[in-house]
């Protein structure tokens, strides 16, 4: 009997100790994913007003399986609309998409609303007004995964343009990119690289930057992978819609392109 009780005490003892742990790693495990939704510009405040007013460019993607990634659910939306940001808390089951143009979000939302996401069907809801801050385009860039070529400024994209046969000539080299001049590359060959798709594109007109998206390696830290999609930003609108016209399913590295004019800044 005295053993039994020992025992007893000793499991309750140590489930007590086990609720305990639990509760303080839920408690860590909301305080980090607080954390990184405010660094990602999530206003969370907004969040809890059921009658706010409705976003017509951010949706709330609800029900992912665990384990599911941002370029994951990158992927599937691009299908039928490019998203300017996704942000997936780590071991989030709810992501927030946000679009540039309201009728690239409505597109998504209509072909996307309960259909099956990997084993499960995709729940989707407008997110409040006002849930993601404004950011500049090269924040938002990085937010999304794709790591900007390092030293990419104006003028070495000018002088790599320079080195392919490329002349620019001093008005453009002075001037900013016109709107509507961004070329967003889907199925891009994993090898593919900047240089590669600045050749293949620079055949349409003068271009302004190049950028292919990438993530970290998990496997090497320190590397990069390619995600298999990029941005080409021509200076003038006419020479960006060439290429779409010109370029549309051409072969780079074995991979047939697909072209869309992009509603974002590389």
Same mark, same amino acid.
């Given at each position: 009997?005295?053993?039994?009780?020992?025992?007893?005490?000793?499991?309750?003892?140590?489930?007590?100790?086990?609720?305990?742990?639990?509760?303080?790693?839920?408690?860590?495990?909301?305080?980090?994913?607080?954390?990184?939704?405010?660094?990602?510009?999530?206003?969370?405040?907004?969040?809890?007003?059921?009658?706010?007013? &409705?976003?017509?460019?951010?949706?709330?993607?609800?029900?992912?399986?665990?384990?599911?990634?941002?370029?994951?659910?990158?992927?599937?939306?691009?299908?039928?609309?490019?998203?300017?940001?996704?942000?997936?808390?780590?071991?989030?089951?709810?992501?927030?998409?946000?679009?540039?143009?309201?009728?690239?979000?409505? =597109?998504?939302?209509? =072909?996307?609303?309960?259909?099956?996401?990997?084993?499960?069907?995709?729940?989707?809801?407008?997110?409040?007004?006002?849930?993601?801050?404004?950011?500049?385009?090269?924040?938002?860039?990085?937010?999304?995964?794709?790591?900007?070529?390092?030293?990419?400024?104006?003028?070495?994209?000018?002088?790599?343009?320079?080195?392919?046969?490329?002349?620019?000539?001093?008005?453009?080299?002075?001037?900013?990119?016109?709107?509507?001049?961004?070329?967003?590359?889907?199925?891009?060959?994993?090898?593919?690289?900047?240089?590669?798709?600045?050749?293949?594109?620079? %055949?349409?007109?003068?271009?302004?930057?190049?950028?292919?998206?990438?993530?970290?390696?998990?496997?090497?830290?320190?590397?990069?992978?390619?995600?298999?999609?990029?941005?080409?930003?021509?200076?003038?609108? &006419?020479?960006?819609?060439?290429?779409? %016209?010109?370029?549309?399913?051409?072969?780079?590295?074995?991979?047939?392109?697909?072209?869309?004019?992009?509603?974002?800044?590389?």
């Amino acid at each position: 009997m005295v053993t039994v009780g020992v025992s007893g005490c000793f499991f309750r003892d140590l489930l007590k100790t086990f609720e305990v742990r639990l509760a303080l790693g839920e408690t860590q495990m909301v305080t980090e994913m607080r954390e990184y939704l405010e660094q990602e510009g999530v206003s969370l405040d907004v969040f809890g007003q059921a009658s706010a007013p &409705r976003s017509k460019t951010v949706v709330l993607a609800k029900n992912l399986p665990a384990g599911t990634t941002a370029e994951e659910l990158r992927g599937a939306i691009c299908k039928h609309a490019e998203p300017s940001r996704v942000v997936l808390p780590p071991n989030g089951v709810t992501a927030i998409v946000e679009f540039a143009d309201p009728g690239d979000a409505r =597109n998504a939302f209509t =072909n996307l609303a309960y259909s099956k996401f990997k084993h499960v069907p995709l729940y989707l809801e407008w997110a409040p007004l006002d849930a993601l801050k404004p950011r500049i385009a090269q924040k938002a860039i990085e937010t999304d995964g794709v790591t900007p070529e390092d030293g990419s400024t104006k003028k070495k994209s000018e002088e790599k343009a320079k080195k392919e046969g490329e002349t620019l000539s001093s008005d453009e080299e002075e001037e900013e990119p016109e709107e509507n001049t961004t070329i967003f590359v889907k199925n891009l060959n994993f090898d593919t690289t900047k240089e590669s798709l600045q050749q293949a594109f620079s %055949k349409c007109g003068a271009i302004y930057q190049v950028t292919v998206a990438t993530k970290k390696d998990a496997k090497a830290p320190g590397r990069l992978l390619s995600m298999g999609y990029g941005f080409v930003q021509y200076y003038r609108t &006419r020479d960006a819609k060439r290429s779409i %016209k010109e370029l549309q399913h051409c072969a780079l590295d074995g991979h047939s392109l697909e072209l869309k004019l992009s509603q974002r800044a590389t």
